[in-house]
């Protein structure tokens, strides 16, 4: 007797790598509770990434949700819901989707207005190796931008920071980190941050392997 062979659903490629951009959406050109730049500099970090991975890294943002409503990168606290309100319930689909497709990398990319003298600063959640895996990250950042690493480029972020808090819950994932580029950077800083946080993506990615 022959035996029945089931038909397995062919499932979705495995991703390398998923970019967030949880603040993006701001009411208008002045105001800082969103992070103004963080839409330009998450898409074009995107679109350089995609040249290499093609299909391996996918881009997630929520829909215009001003963070004054519910904050897309928080938890529940209190009677704030975070990224568990209603109205961000595709975008918190989206990462659980992407996360369980075994990708190794997350960036979450956010944007600030103060001005601490810095094109960037790392935040990393201190579990396992996070701590000296964002290090490198960020001392590699700068060696590609020929410029000094500063012990200010790497934070130490909370539990708060739901999505790379989401993230490490995964096996697959080895690095989540949140992403603050200055607002203040001129394009030029910004194209040059922009492909020296790929270059060390795709090589943290392949040194994994
Ligand atoms: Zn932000």
């Given at each position: ?5 089931k ?16 603040h ?19 898409k ?10 093609k299909?391996?890294?996918?881009y ?30 595709p ?6 989707k ?18 601490n ?5 790392l935040?990393?959640?201190?579990l ?11 001392s590699k ?8 690493y ?30 603050e ?7 030029y ?20 392997l």
């Amino acid at each position: 007797m022959k035996t029945k062979k089931k038909t397995i659903k062919k499932t979705k490629t495995n991703l390398k790598l998923i970019i967030t951009a949880p603040h993006w959406f701001c009411m208008n050109q002045d105001e800082n509770l969103c992070d103004q730049h963080s839409l330009i500099d998450s898409k074009l970090l995107y679109l350089s990434i995609k040249k290499l991975l093609k299909n391996k890294v996918i881009y997630i943002k929520p829909n215009k949700i001003h963070r004054s409503l519910t904050d897309a990168n928080r938890g529940k606290k209190d009677d704030k819901l975070g990224i568990y309100h209603p109205l961000l319930k595709p975008f918190l689909n989206k990462i659980k989707k992407g996360l369980n497709r075994r990708p190794k990398l997350l960036l979450d990319i956010h944007s600030y207005s103060v001005n601490n003298n810095l094109p960037f600063y790392l935040l990393y959640i201190d579990l396992g190796k996070q701590k000296i895996l964002c290090e490198s990250f960020a001392s590699k950042i700068c060696y590609k931008c020929n410029i000094n690493y500063n012990q200010k480029m790497i934070k130490t972020g909370t539990l708060d920071n739901e999505i790379i808090r989401l993230a490490l819950e995964k096996k697959s994932i080895k690095l989540a980190i949140i992403i603050e580029l200055s607002d203040m950077n001129n394009d030029y800083i910004r194209n040059l941050l922009i492909e020296a946080i790929r270059d060390v993506s795709i090589e943290f990615i392949r040194d994994i392997l």
